[in-house]
């Protein structure tokens, strides 16, 4: 089993090759992810939640002296990370127009982002964790210049320089974190760490979860670090928009639950107030920008920051009930992101424009995709059933659990949602209903492939929503008891 | 085995090589090139055999070492001389271009047996253990790179180079040699090991001129290694040089610069009041050269200067390094970096000099659409960029992290700070090029044809930053 999940992230490199030496692009690609996804459904399945802990484990030793080895693992944490990142690619894969120039590399290059974040998820060296997620920087980098539309060229060099410099100064916080623990023991091995904080062998300053919050926050665009996310998602073409959006940005929460949870229980309830006031920051200082938004690609790409705000409200609880919903809130949201920004691409590459004043009353020519549409909306928005609304439920219990100083958050939050229905029902109805120009009765409906390949990320999404307990439970294996 | 050998049998090579050349008459130079790698290659195979340093008595015993140190960087120096012969051939076009022609391939030949001369030079450089033998060394290799820099005697550029080169480089001569002399009179000895000893017997008022003196030495090797204020021959030299041979001053010159600084300061660690001062001015240089390499760098549009400022900035990493003596590790990290800089830089220098033969200049906007032309070279310097830049999985991103692993060890966390910022510079220029293969047009769509060596070249060299960058702990225990 441990070999299956070393697979996991094999696979989509092997499949690179192939291509580079001259294998068909798109069949290769999809049929690695699928190969992929199977994988991690059977993992996800043969996970034993009664044990618990870490399973599949394997480990080579790269710097031994060091303490630094690459270890793959996984807990229940991780095998949600990694159903969320494999359904998501074969989404995004799947949806995929068809590619004019350079095919070979834009299939290399999405695939390179899915190995990299299943990597950065399947690793439980800290150093490793953090080197898969950077090899998502250079293919974004070329999914948006080569193949993204408006200012693309902008947008990525926002985007890779803000990346760069963010997942830096997280190197700088490992690196301190890794001096910190006394000579001799030092070791990036999350079990290890988790140990010695845990049995007070080191006590690590809050200046670390200081630069390990600034590091990790700016790859997840917590206010005010957020600035390159929405130009980027705006920009990039939809599949690397679904891969970034979806699941890449989550590997920065997925780090601080990892790391700075467990080690730094006490920095993290002292400067709790910073961080809360980043969060109503992200959900009512975004939630306004969205509003005022005239472009669907750039609603998305805001609200894909502003929803950011509610994960780390449920991090900032520091309670199981928060982390829960935190958790779930991930995987809730990756897969309704990732749907809107697919319905984003078809609907471009039919009309050419995204912007509200042109479109309108497209449900009369397109009725699927003004239904799936409607459907990612209202999961984006955390209707019932869907699982953002159990994840946002949680969310909000856990901290009103925490104590009066989250009151405010607390309502800031439920405002939010008020928000994001705002800017969500506006969008839906200046596209798809109302009076319909003219130029727009012939458009044709959503493709075959296009269609299903968000079906896949609305079923899980509802499964999810009806039975969170599926998440839960497995999440709940990741988390102290 | 004497040590001494190997320097011994890389000059009796290059002598014979310039008999063959004088009495062939054959056209074609390649061979020259080919035979001066695969005996080089065999200088690194005699390399790995037990070897001894000079023994106790014999007159060179107290000029020439055998450390860890030397050795890695006597197989460094040869493996950058061997790259930089193996980059010669695909060069002959320019030149013949640019050479006065008494006979056919007339001039060519020299150019690839004069690398030899600079690398003895520069391994009894990395060996030496005294003063005499530093500047004797170092006076060796940078003559030889004079004349190399400046080969290309029909073209304004090369000529203009070599001009700059031997000027300041004359230069520095005179600050090492000024230098040295004040630390002899000082304290009557120039061998680095008994330099310590020597300090600690002197009155407090002969510390002034000991330290003038050293101040001079550290001046001259700052032009070396190119660290800031020193660093303006940089740009243009690298310019205007045959691109083999600037491919090899930043690389193997550059290197060994950084061993005769590592000496210094370490043996001169040992001394409280002189370590203390220049501590600092070690801490200073590198902000300086750090802030300098890598914001000159961002406006470049010429990929030789963008390299040369590159070295500049990689000068400014190392010198967080070389600051950060005091760990165990930083000497490690050094050799790691520079082992990873070899292969990185030498591998963009390798595509330069393809592309630049077939598009007729070194611009970056020579490499648009490279990526359409030929994927190969474009997915070599891809691979060249992100290790510069610092990508994990690359050689280049190792050696950053154990760099700031030594230099936050050490409490430098001004540089630590200013080095998250130049990194996020060196993301822009390096992605420069990067943008220039995939995002821009080709002017011309016509495939790039590739020889077996560049290909060879580009396997060894691409190679080599990945295995550093995914298996490190090899290379990191060969300098332990």
Redesign the interface.
């Known amino acids: 089993m441990s070999l299956l999940l070393i697979l996991t992230i094999l696979l989509p490199l092997a499949a690179s090759l192939l291509i580079m030496v001259g294998a068909d692009p798109r069949r290769t690609a999809l049929g690695a992810a699928v190969a992929n996804l199977a994988a991690a459904l059977v993992l996800f399945f043969a996970y034993d939640r009664i044990d618990g802990g870490w399973q599949f484990l394997s480990e080579w030793k790269i710097l031994p002296k060091l303490g630094i080895n690459m270890t793959l693992g996984a807990d229940g944490l991780t095998l949600t990370m990694l159903l969320l990142a494999t359904l998501v690619t074969v989404s995004a894969l799947w949806v995929a127009p068809k590619v004019g120039k350079h095919e070979g590399l834009y299939y290399i290059s999405l695939l390179f982002i899915s190995a990299g974040v299943i990597g950065a998820f399947a690793s439980l060296d800290v150093l490793f964790l953090y080197s898969f997620h950077e090899l998502a920087l250079i293919p974004t980098f070329l999914m948006i210049g080569i193949w993204g539309s408006g200012d693309r060229q902008a947008a990525a060099w926002k985007a890779t320089i803000y990346l760069g410099l963010g997942s830096f100064v997280l190197l700088i916080g490992l690196i301190a974190l890794y001096l910190s623990i006394p000579a001799g023991h030092r070791t990036l091995d999350l079990r290890e760490l988790d140990q010695m904080a845990a049995t007070g062998a080191f006590h690590p300053s809050a200046w670390i979860y200081l630069i390990l919050l600034v590091g990790f926050g700016s790859l997840v665009s917590l206010f005010p670090f957020h600035s390159w996310a929405p130009p980027a998602y705006a920009c990039a073409p939809a599949p690397a928009a679904m891969l970034h959006a979806g699941v890449l940005k989550k590997f920065g929460l997925y780090g601080l639950i990892r790391i700075a949870l467990p080690i730094f229980p006490e920095a993290m309830h002292e400067l709790n107030g910073l961080l809360l006031l980043l969060v109503v920051g992200n959900i009512l200082y975004i939630g306004y920008v969205t509003v005022s938004q005239k472009r669907l690609d750039w609603t998305v790409g805001y609200s894909s920051v502003m929803h950011m705000g509610y994960i780390f409200l449920g991090l900032a609880a520091l309670n199981l009930i928060g982390i829960n919903g935190a958790a779930l809130l991930m995987f809730a949201h990756g897969l309704s992101v990732a749907a809107a920004f697919a319905l984003c691409g078809e609907i471009r590459s039919r009309t050419g424009t995204l912007d509200y004043a042109e479109l309108g009353g497209l449900a009369k020519a397109t009725p699927v995709l003004g239904l799936l549409f409607g459907f990612a909306a209202m999961a984006s928005v955390g209707l019932p059933g869907f699982a953002n609304f159990a994840g946002e439920i949680l969310v909000f219990f856990g901290a009103t659990a925490y104590g009066p100083a989250m009151i405010i958050p607390v309502i800031v939050g439920v405002w939010g949602v008020v928000i994001s229905a705002i800017y969500m029902l506006r969008a839906y109805r200046n596209i798809f209903w109302g009076p319909i120009a003219q130029r727009w009765e012939g458009l044709a409906d959503i493709g075959t492939g296009a269609k299903w390949s968000v079906i896949l990320l609305l079923v899980p999404l509802m499964i999810a929503g009806f039975y969170p307990q599926l998440i839960l439970k497995m999440v709940g294996t990741a988390l102290p008891r | 085995m004497n040590t001494l050998l190997l320097e011994i049998a890389v000059v009796v090579l290059g002598i014979v090589l310039l008999l063959v050349e004088a009495y062939s008459n054959r056209a074609n130079k390649n061979y020259l090139a080919y035979t001066g790698a695969a005996g080089l290659f065999g200088v690194l195979v005699l390399s790995f055999f037990p070897m001894h340093a000079p023994a106790a008595g014999s007159p060179s015993a107290a000029f020439i070492t055998h450390d860890v140190l030397s050795v890695f960087f006597v197989r460094f120096t040869l493996i950058a001389t061997i790259v930089t012969l193996l980059m010669i051939p695909g060069y002959r076009p320019v030149l013949e271009r640019y050479l006065p022609a008494e006979r056919a391939g007339g001039g060519v030949g020299e150019f690839a047996i004069l690398p030899l001369f600079v690398c003895a030079g520069l391994m009894w450089m990395v060996s030496s253990i005294d003063f005499i033998m530093i500047f004797v060394s170092l006076e060796l290799a940078t003559i030889t790179l004079y004349i190399l820099a400046t080969y290309l005697r029909q073209n304004a550029a090369s000529l203009e180079a070599g001009t700059k080169f031997l000027i300041l480089g004359a230069l520095s001569t005179g600050f090492i040699v000024y230098g040295i002399s004040w630390i002899f009179g000082t304290t009557g000895t120039t061998n680095l090991l008994a330099l310590p000893a020597a300090i600690q017997r002197l009155p407090e008022s002969a510390l002034t001129p000991l330290l003038f003196g050293i101040a001079m030495v550290l001046v001259a090797l700052s032009f070396k290694i190119s660290a800031f204020p020193f660093q303006f021959w940089v740009p243009d030299v690298y310019q205007g040089a045959p691109t083999p041979v600037t491919s090899y001053l930043s690389v193997a010159s550059k290197a060994a610069g950084f061993v005769v600084l590592i000496r210094l300061l370490v043996v001169l660690g040992t001394v409280p009041v002189i370590s203390h001062k220049l501590h600092a001015v070690i801490t200073l240089l590198a902000a300086l050269t750090l802030i300098f390499g890598n914001f000159a760098a961002i406006p470049q549009t010429n990929m030789k200067r963008l390299l040369g400022y590159s070295s500049v900035a990689h000068a400014g990493y190392l010198l967080m390094a070389v600051a950060s003596l005091g760990s165990k590790m930083a000497i490690p990290a050094i050799g790691f970096y520079l082992a990873g800089y070899l292969a990185m830089t030498m591998l963009a220098f390798v595509v330069l000099t393809v592309v630049s033969e077939v598009t007729g200049g070194d611009e970056i906007s020579r490499f648009n659409g490279l ?2 032309r030929s ?1 190969l070279l474009a ?1 070599a310097m ?1 691979l060249a960029s ?1 290790s510069l ?5 690359t050689a280049g ?1 190792i050696g950053k ?1 154990l760099i ?2 030594v230099a ?2 050490q409490g430098h966390y001004g540089l ?1 700070a200013l080095g ?2 130049t ?2 510079a060196g ?2 220029y390096y ?1 420069k090029v ?2 220039a293969m ?2 821009q047009q080709p002017a011309e769509e016509t495939p790039i044809r590739v020889t077996f060596t560049v290909k060879l070249l580009i396997a060894l060299l691409g190679a080599g930053i990945l295995a550093f960058g ?4 090899p290379l ?2 060969a300098l332990r």
Request: with cysteine; charged share 10%.
């Open positions: 990526g359409r994927p997915g891809l992100a830049a610092g990508i994990p999985f991103f992290l700031f692993e936050i060890n630590v998250c910022v990194v996020a993301f822009y992605f990067i943008r995939y995002w995914i298996y490190p702990a990191l225990s």
